[in-house]
């Protein structure tokens, strides 16, 4: 089973900028097909917030475009979102997803642990 840790999540005010980080790993060898963030608010929806897949290609919620960046370290097996402009509406548990082949041909969805991200007004 592949295993994600999330880190980076943390307090700011609005207008601040911060960077998640998710590192994957597995005690067998796996290929990820595309990673990336969801968020849940309180009392909403698990959202996708941004996604990156094997071409590179790199998808956003349209209220994160122009302030949100993904990327990622294949060397590392981890994906980066960096956040700027931070809004109080962007408040909420950010959880990383990885689409992963562990020795079978089949695709598996791996969640992380999740990380707080909290933006005061």
């Known amino acids: 089973q592949v295993q994600l840790v999330e880190s980076g999540g943390g307090l700011v005010q609005a207008g601040g900028s911060l960077r998640l980080s998710c590192a994957a790993s597995?005690?067998?060898?796996?290929?990820?097909?595309?990673m990336g963030w969801y968020r849940q608010a309180p009392g909403k929806q698990r959202e996708l917030v941004a996604g990156?897949?094997?071409?590179?290609?790199?998808s956003y919620a349209d209220s994160v475009k122009g302030r949100f960046t993904i990327s990622r370290d294949n060397v590392k097996n981890t994906v980066y979102l960096q956040m700027q402009s931070l809004k109080p509406e962007d408040t909420a548990v950010y959880y990383c997803?990885?689409?992963?082949?562990?020795?079978?041909?089949?695709?598996?969805?791996?969640w992380g642990q999740g990380t707080q991200v909290t933006v005061s007004s």
């Open positions: 997803y990885c689409n992963a082949r562990e020795r079978r041909p089949s695709v598996n969805t791996y």
């Open positions: 597995s005690g067998s060898i796996f290929s990820i097909t595309g």
């Open positions: 990156i897949i094997t071409s590179g290609d790199a």
